[in-house]
């Protein structure tokens, strides 16, 4: 059982160009949260979507793992996740609504949640987070968990309060990345990805990231 189970909205069986391509990304930023959680108390698994077919694929994962919160996190550092397609949103509209149906409390953080926030949170999300979302999304479960704090003070969130959208300041970006532990990679199957890449391209390759934000800054 974990106390948060975190997911991503990429799938590759619905991007046909990319399927055909099979260059598969582990969802680097989704591990980046992860290992932050982990560091800090929080129990986690990782329901990943690369390779799944079916977005009903992850209510077995919640019937397992029992989570107080479902994290949708998409992958900030890969392009492909950036540049959402409609079905993709469809699919992360219908996870929510199976998070629901678990009792959970609902979290997402994807570019574009950040684009669609209204949206959202009309289909179910109870915090959409905006901006680099590791820290944000580590106070805002470490403030619900511990049902003390004021979550009108975590930056970076967005949420509905009466029907109304509250949206509380920016977060900064962070600059002391060493605070920051290395992605959670026991949390996918590498295996899954070393075989897909070398059948289809003859080799295997893994991205990293060295800096936050646009390199040209």
């Known amino acids: 059982m974990a106390e948060i189970l975190l997911s991503n909205t990429y799938f590759l069986s619905f991007d046909p ?11 680097l930023g989704t591990l980046y949260a992860a290992a932050v959680l982990r560091a800090n108390g929080f129990t986690v698994a990782l ?11 992850i209510a077995p994962v919640f019937k397992k793992e029992l989570p107080t919160f479902f994290v949708i996190y998409d992958d900030g550092f890969n392009y492909l996740t950036k540049m959402c397609l409609t079905n993709m949103r469809e699919a992360a509209f219908e996870m929510i609504t199976i998070a629901k149906q678990f009792g959970c409390t609902v979290i997402i953080s994807s570019s574009d949640a950040t684009d669609h926030v209204a ?3 009309n289909k179910g999300a109870d915090y959409v987070i905006k901006g680099e979302a590791e820290i944000t999304l580590l106070e805002l479960v470490q403030t619900l968990a511990g049902g003390q704090g004021d979550r009108s003070t975590i930056h970076g969130l967005s949420y509905l309060l009466a029907d109304e ?3 509380t300041s920016k977060r900064d970006v962070l600059h002391a990345l060493d605070t920051i532990p290395f992605p959670a990679w026991d949390l996918v199957d590498m295996e899954q990805y070393q075989k897909k890449w070398r059948a289809k391209n003859g080799y ?3 991205n990293l990231t060295t800096t936050r934000g646009c390199p040209f800054k």
Do not use: G, R, W
Not at 20 to 25: I, R, S, V
Not at 47 to 57: E, G, R, S
């Open 165 to 167: 959208m509250i949206t």
């Open 17 to 27: 160009k990319q399927l055909k391509q099979m260059q598969p990304y582990a969802p």
């Open 204 to 206: 295997f390759s893994l």
């Open 47 to 57: 329901h990943d979507t690369i390779f799944a077919t079916d977005v009903n694929a």
């Open 119 to 121: 949206e959202y949170l």
